[in-house]
Structure formats: C-alpha cells, structure tokens
C-alpha cells in the first residue's frame, strides 16, 4: 500500500465520525425524528458513495477482510467523545455490547457470504 491509498484510507475513515458529528444531532435538533432518518440516509449514504461506491474510492481494502465502516463511526464518536469530556467508565458497557454485536453480525454473514 502506498502513502497515498494509506492516506486516503485514513482520510475516508475520519470523514464518517466527523459528518456524524457535525451533521446528526444537527438535523435532528432541527427536524425532529424525520431528521434522524434523513441523517441516516444523507450522512451514510453519501459517505458510503465516497468511501467505497465510486471508482477511484477512498477506502482502500487490500485483502479479503471486509472491515465495515461502523468501525470508524464508533472508534470516532467514541474518541470524540471522551475529547470532551465523557467519561469512559460509563461506556464501558456500550462498547462490550458493540464488540459482541459485531462479532455476532460478522459470524452471521460469514454462514453465507
């Protein structure tokens, strides 16, 4: 991998947490609950398309690992987090749930892809 695919790779997995953190609360301050869905839609979405729906993508996977990009938007908003101020004690539960999640997803899809 070169220094250029391994910093856009990087550059893609900050722009997840970053436009959820910038956008999300946001919307839905503004819209209410319609506003989490339209994040959800414009925000993933869009990043999506960015990251990986495009030829010449941001995310570069050099093997068949498939990494998904909740892990950036959790690694993100968690670091973000704890930046300002929250305390890591209290996620502590949010991230055992998060790990056994994603190895039960990650398990499941593996049955037939």
């Known amino acids: 991998m070169s220094i250029g695919i391994a910093l856009a790779t990087i550059a893609g997995g900050f722009l997840f947490p970053f436009a959820i953190r910038m956008m999300w609360g946001?919307?839905?301050d503004e819209w209410g609950a319609i506003g989490g869905w339209m994040a959800a839609a414009f925000i993933v979405g869009t990043?999506?398309?960015?990251?990986?729906?495009i030829p010449k993508s941001m995310i570069y996977q050099s093997g068949t690992v498939w990494v998904d990009m909740a892990?950036?938007?959790?690694?993100?908003?968690?670091?973000?987090?704890?930046?300002?101020?929250?305390?890591?004690?209290?996620?502590?539960?949010?991230?055992?749930a998060a790990v056994v999640g994603g190895v039960l997803g990650g398990f499941l899809l593996s049955l037939f892809l």
Do not use: C, D, E
């Not at 990043?47 to 729906?53: A, K, S």
């Open 47 to 53: 990043v999506w398309t960015i990251n990986h729906g």
């Open 26 to 28: 946001k919307m839905v």
């Open 71 to 96: 892990v950036a938007a959790g690694i993100g908003v968690f670091t973000a987090s704890l930046l300002t101020g929250g305390k890591f004690s209290k996620s502590v539960v949010n991230l055992a």
